[in-house]
C-alpha cells in the first residue's frame, strides 16, 4: 500500500491522523567496493525515498484538515557520522535527518517535524528489551517528540 492510500485509509476509518512516525530502515553489512547499484537503489527506496513520501502525505492529510500535527523519522547516529561497513546505510539515514530538516522548515509552525538517531542499542540493552518496532515505537524518547508538549520545539531553526 502506498502512502497516500494508507494516509487516506486510516483518515476514513480513524479521522485526521495527526501523529506519524516512519520508521523505515534496511542494512546489509557489505564492504563499500563490493556495494552493487541494485543494493544501493533498494536502501535508498525503503530508508529515504519511503520516509520522504509517508511525511508528504501526511503533511498533504493534515494540510487538508488545517490541523497541527507531529512526525518524527526514526533515523541513525550512522548518518551523522558515517559506517565503514555499510555505507548505503549511513548515507540513506543521512538523507532521512536533511528530509527532516527541510520538512521541518517547510512545515512549521503546525507541523513539527524531528528525527531521533538511535544506534545500536539492542546490544547494549537489558535483555527485556529489542529492537521489535514494538520497543522502537514505544520508547520514552519517541513519546516524546510526538507529544504536544513538544509544540515549541522542531528541527526547524529560522
Known sequence: MCPDDAVRTATEKYGPVRLGVACAGVIDIVAPL????????????????????????LAR???????????????????RVGRRDCIDYAASKA?????????S???AP????NAVCRSRWPQRCPR??????????TSPTRSFSCSPTTRGLSQARR
Open 34 to 57: 563490493d556495494v552493487a547499484e541494485a543494493r544501493w537503489d533498494r536502501t535508498m527506496a525503503i530508508n529515504l525515498k519511503g520516509t520522504f513520501f509517508t511525511f508528504q502525505a
Open 61 to 79: 492529510s493534515l494540510s487538508d484538515v488545517g490541523g497541527e500535527g507531529s512526525m518524527v523519522a526514526i533515523s541513525s547516529t550512522s548518518g
Open 95 to 103: 538523507g532521512v535527518i536533511s528530509v527532516v530538516r527541510s520538512l
Open 105 to 107: 522548515l517547510a512545515l
Open 110 to 113: 503546525a507541523i513539527r517535524v
Open 128 to 137: 527485556s528489551r529489542s529492537g521489535a518496532p514494538s520497543n522502537l515505537m
